[in-house]
């Protein structure tokens, strides 16, 4: 099965820019669901972006102006642009893989995946 391994990750002051990159090995994007979550001490880890296996993107309301969501197939990676950073971003970020194309109600949530990245934490400042 594939392996992931996130990247691009860091510390921007607020109204900046970052570009994650999940890296695949062991096996095609191609056939994959993917999502970013992201993560922050004492909360759960939420759901950020979801791009199907179709390629359709999906987005949370919080970021579906800021971020974009990109399954490349020849780079065999799954990116998230994030753009006009704010405070409230700052969180691990963590890229995931499900076979196929399962239903809306299990990409979105964490029990809808068996595969994870090890994270890539993002850090913005006022």
């Known amino acids: 099965q594939v392996q992931l391994a996130e990247s691009g990750g860091g510390s921007v002051q607020a109204g900046g820019s970052l570009k994650l990159s999940c890296a695949a090995s062991g096996d095609t994007v191609a056939v994959y669901s993917m999502s970013w979550f992201r993560e922050t001490p004492g909360k759960e880890r939420e759901w950020v972006a979801t791009?199907?296996?179709?390629?359709?993107?999906y987005l949370r309301d919080s970021v579906k102006r800021r971020f974009t969501i990109s399954k490349v197939n020849a780079d065999n990676a799954l990116y998230l642009e994030m753009n006009s950073l704010q405070p409230e971003d700052t969180a691990m970020y963590y890229c995931?893989?499900?076979?196929?194309?399962?239903?809306?109600?299990?990409?979105?949530?964490?029990?809808?995946?068996?595969?994870w990245g090890q994270g890539t934490q993002v850090t913005v400042s006022f």
């Open positions: 995931a893989a499900a076979a196929g194309n399962p239903g809306w109600q299990l990409l979105v949530q964490t029990k809808g995946y068996k595969i």
């Open positions: 791009i199907n296996v179709r390629g359709t993107p």
